[in-house]
């Protein structure tokens, strides 16, 4: 089974410029989560998807961040504009509807300059 | 909201020594608990869970048990190993909205 895949693996972007990351889930899980983990911190969810709707999205900051998931599978995470504060690895999850385990991709690490 | 507490790090042990990482939680239902484990370099994976009360969950000789009369979940190895050495995450799922939170970490640390 293929796991959840992620891309890019790295990005570097100058503060003030736009990013975007991408999510492919496992076959099938309908829940999709983004986290956000700073260096030496636990994961932050930044929003949380049923399907191709928003369950959770309280702590994302919603005047530089958006997320989509578009017919409920994959899904972007963009930052415009980007601030150094942003530096962090960008953590994309899936899981099955009602199940207990979440999958983690292996993530993409932003550094902003 | 509901919250997980774990234990700040690092963790600095010998081989073969035993091991506690204590993990309480605030919820206002019947979550699931996990451990997570990241490895130097790698992503999160599951390490064990349990779903409900009194549940023990165990894999690679790790165990926790899951005590809800102390909001607990604390992840114990009888005896550890140098690649146990990785960050450890207790984290709790909501029984209604399925929303996974994550507690900061735990790095263990484990000597020869």
């Known amino acids: 089974e293929a796991g959840v895949a992620q891309s890019p693996r790295y990005k570097i972007i100058e503060k003030r410029q736009s990013v975007a990351f991408w999510c492919n889930p496992i076959?099938?899980?309908?829940?999709l989560y983004w986290y956000q983990q700073i260096l030496g911190q636990g994961p932050k969810l930044l929003i949380q998807?049923?399907?191709?709707?928003?369950?959770?999205d309280s702590q994302l900051p919603k005047d530089r961040f958006s997320a989509e998931r578009l017919k409920g599978v994959d899904s972007t995470l963009k930052i415009q504009p980007a601030k150094l504060e942003d530096s962090a690895v960008y953590l994309c999850?899936?899981?099955?509807?009602?199940?207990?385990?979440?999958?983690f991709g292996q993530g993409t690490r932003l550094t902003v300059v | 909201g509901d919250s997980v507490t774990q234990m700040e790090g690092p963790v600095t042990l010998s081989e073969e020594a035993f091991l506690t990482i204590n993990c309480t939680y605030t919820?206002?239902?019947?979550?699931?608990l996990f451990w997570y484990v990241q490895y130097p370099g790698e992503g999160l994976q599951l390490l064990l869970k349990?779903?409900?009360?009194?549940d023990k969950g165990s894999n690679k000789g790790f165990e926790a048990t899951y005590r809800k009369e102390t909001t607990s979940f604390h992840l114990e190895k009888g005896s550890v190993q140098v690649s146990d050495s990785a960050v450890y995450f207790c984290?709790?799922?909501?029984?209604?909205?399925?929303?996974?939170?994550f507690g900061s970490g735990t790095r263990l640390l484990v000597r020869p």
């Open positions: 919820a206002t239902g019947y979550p699931s």
């Open positions: 998807f049923q399907n191709n709707g928003v369950v959770d």
């Open positions: 076959s099938g899980h309908a829940t």
């Open positions: 999850a899936s899981s099955l509807e009602g199940a207990a385990e979440a999958f």
């Open positions: 349990a779903t409900k009360a009194d």
């Open positions: 984290a709790l799922r909501e029984d209604s909205s399925y929303k996974l939170i």
